[in-house]
Structures are given as structure tokens and as C-alpha cells.
């Protein structure tokens, strides 16, 4: 499916808005750094959460999923399975988002989406797949 920038942009701003809260049952915490968010915060005029992780986004800044419920040794030691932290950067978004199933874009396009498309666009987009529900 082709999809603009613009488009890309707003369908990841809604995902953002409507699926955020899915991350914590999945045992996962979205997380930034505060100093970027202020600094974007203060280039938008009363901006919604959401706004500012997108304006950072714009900014150059990456978005991360910090995997909770992963048990990271204190000394360093590498596990094999590294839990599911993820990043991203906004080009991430525009090559990752269209790959979500067609039929959740589609919802999102026609004004018909609810919190599993979103929850579906999120994982997409950090994952580049669906792994959670």
C-alpha cells in the first residue's frame, strides 16, 4: 500500500495516541530523553503528549521500548535473549509503518481504527512485527 509521509506521520501520531497504553501489559515502557522532550515541547504551542514524542521524532530524535520485565545483570553480563527494547527514529516510521497488515491500515484510513489497530501499527513499527496479543 502507498502511503505519503504526511499520511505515515498521522497514522503513527494516532497509533501513538490510541495504543500506548497497551505497552505496559506487555511488560514495556516507552522512554526518551526528558532534556529532548522539553526541548521539543517548547516548539509547539499546547501540544498533547503525543505532539512532543512526534516533534522529537521530527527533531531527529529516536524513541525507545525499554523491555520491564527483562532482567538486566547489573555487571554487565550478555544473556542470549536480550529481552524486546527496541528504538526508533522517524525514517524508522516511514519504512516500518506500511508493513503493518493491511487490513489495520486500511481501518486507520477510513476512520475505523480502535486500540488493536493501533496497538498492531506500534509493534509494527518497533518490531516490524505483531509479537504481543
Known amino acids: 500500500m502507498e502511503l505519503t509521509k504526511q499520511q505515515i506521520e498521522e497514522m503513527f501520531h494516532s497509533a501513538l495516541c490510541n495504543g500506548l497504553g497497551y505497552l505496559g501489559g506487555y511488560g514495556l515502557q516507552l522512554d526518551y530523553y526528558p532534556e529532548k522532550y522539553n526541548e521539543a515541547k517548547q516548539k509547539l504551542d499546547d501540544p498533547c ?6 516533534q522529537m521524532l ?20 550478555e544473556k542470549e535473549f536480550e529481552g524486546y527494547d527496541s528504538e526508533i527514529s522517524l525514517n524508522d516510521v516511514y519504512e516500518r509503518l506500511p508493513y ?16 488493536e489497530t493501533a496497538d498492531a501499527i506500534l509493534q509494527t513499527v518497533f518490531y516490524m512485527d505483531i509479537i504481543f496479543g
Open 100 to 115: 503493518t497488515p493491511k487490513y489495520h491500515l486500511e481501518a486507520m484510513l477510513e476512520g475505523h481504527d480502535d486500540a
Open 49 to 54: 503528549y503525543e505532539d512532543v514524542l512526534m
Open 58 to 77: 521530527k527533531d531527529g530524535e529516536k524513541l525507545y521500548i525499554i523491555d520491564t520485565e527483562f532482567y538486566h545483570e547489573p555487571d554487565g553480563y
